[in-house]
């Protein structure tokens, strides 16, 4: 006869440290998805889009590729702002927060109008939307190394 103890919370699930880095993998693996589509699509799209159109075609793929390295450029800061965000919030925050900036960001440069349509505004837009996506990107990378780790069995993370 085989007994089975109830757990104490026996209708909620339970958060294990497997979801946590399963949670926490997929996290990253979009964040860095996204900076690869964006490195190829600013090779070959954004430079036709974002920038004049009576630019060399060199000078606009460097332009469009600036693009790319601004938001490596402020991940320093990203951390710098992060950080106490976490250590004041909790790390759940500072992960959803930076997931949400990622997301939002990225759709946003979906929905930019044009060069020809607004001029200058729109690598000024786009520029905004990368600074973004590279706070986020940073400011997700401390928060989501341990949070797998400190995942209890019982569900709880700090």
């Known amino acids: 006869m085989s007994s089975t103890a109830a757990s104490p919370q026996a209708g909620t699930p339970q958060k294990t440290p497997r979801k946590a ?6 996290g990253s693996a979009l964040e860095y998805y996204d900076f690869a ?5 600013a090779a070959l799209v954004i430079n036709h889009l974002f920038f004049p159109k009576d630019a060399s075609p060199g000078v606009a ?4 590729m600036s693009t790319v390295g601004i938001a490596y450029v402020v991940r320093p ?9 976490g250590d004041r919030y909790g790390r759940r925050f500072v992960m959803m927060l ?9 759709f946003l440069v979906g929905c930019l109008p044009t060069y020809d349509q607004v001029g200058l505004l729109a690598p000024a837009l786009l520029v905004l939307c990368r600074v973004i996506q590279g706070l986020s990107a940073s400011g997700n990378r401390p928060p989501r190394s341990p949070y797998p780790l400190n995942t209890q069995r019982n569900g709880t993370a700090p």
């Open 21 to 26: 880095a399963l949670a926490a993998w997929v």
């Open 77 to 85: 800061l990203g951390a710098l702002i992060m950080g106490p965000l």
């Open 37 to 41: 589509v964006y490195g190829t699509a």
């Open 98 to 106: 930076t997931l949400f900036m990622m997301g939002g960001a990225t």
């Open 61 to 64: 793929i460097l332009l469009s």
